[in-house]
């Protein structure tokens, strides 16, 4: 479930995109469903299940997704999930950068609006609506395009730095919608991050261009993640059904 959501009382608070501000998630489904009922947000169980999939279990790794808006989960060495205020550790995408950009949350110039789908489909409208590849038109001579890459990839770069700096991530592990851009995307990821080591002896020291890897949207992390949560959380009461 995106938005900020207690894995240990089951309530979603501030579900933005879904238009949920405050609800009751786990008894609800308990009661509907008659049965224990696991709850968590949808980038910290996809981290978690990243951490089983192609994680390693003695590393810091960092889960960042890349889809209509931009998230992060960070799992530590032990395998704990951070959770930070109200589940709020992670939500990277809040964090204003620049630029004069409204987000949805009541903020201006979001990372989330530079280095996201929604900013991408601003950055570089389609008439119709349709999707398209972006990286197809910029290597054609689309101009808008190609600065619309650069934006995506510079924020992606940047968020990658940040869980790096601020969160200790040894392995950032990129998902979500937009990986479908393939190997366009890790080569542009990867050219921002041998930019920002070219600049400074400190970033170059933390190797960031080697510590991340983009994985398939086909990937079922976020299913595995839930799978694994019974023995992830809490255990469970179930409500009355
Ligand atoms: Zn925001």
């Known amino acids: 479930m995106p938005g900020l959501v207690d894995a240990t009382t089951g309530w979603v608070v501030h579900a933005l995109n879904l238009g949920v501000e405050r609800l009751d998630l786990r008894g609800e489904l308990s009661r509907q469903l008659g049965r224990p009922v696991a709850v968590e947000n ?19 790794m960092a889960y960042l997704n890349v889809g209509t808006g931009l998230a992060a989960a960070v799992v530590d060495s032990s395998g704990e999930v951070m959770r930070g205020i109200g589940g709020a550790a992670g939500e990277i995408g809040h964090l204003p950068v620049g ?16 280095a996201s789908g929604s900013a991408l489909a601003r950055l570089w409208p389609q008439p119709d609506g349709q999707l398209r590849d972006p990286f197809a038109a910029a290597a054609a001579g689309d101009e808008i395009a190609a600065r619309a890459v650069e934006t995506l990839c510079e924020g992606i770069g940047l968020a ?15 998902g979500g919608g ?9 080569e542009g990821i990867a050219a921002q991050l041998r930019a920002r080591a070219a600049r400074s002896q400190l970033i170059a020291g ?19 993640g839930a799978a694994l949560l019974p023995r992830t959380t809490t255990p469970l009461v179930a409500e009355g059904a």
Do not use: M, W, Y
């Not at 987000?103 to 530079?114: A, H, W």
């Not at 261009?209 to 086909?218: G, M, N, Q, T, Y």
């Open 160 to 174: 990658i730095q940040l869980l790096a700096l601020a969160a200790g991530a040894e392995h950032v592990v990129v």
């Open 178 to 186: 937009l990986t479908d851009l393939g190997d366009p995307l890790v």
């Open 206 to 224: 933390l190797s960031l261009a080697d510590r991340f890897e983009v994985l398939r949207s086909d990937v079922p992390v976020a299913a595995v």
């Open 99 to 114: 630029g004069d950009v409204p987000c949805g949350c009541g903020q201006v110039g979001c990372l989330e609006t530079l």
């Open 42 to 60: 949808d980038v910290k169980a996809a981290a978690i299940g990243a951490r089983e999939l192609v994680g390693d279990a003695t590393e810091v």
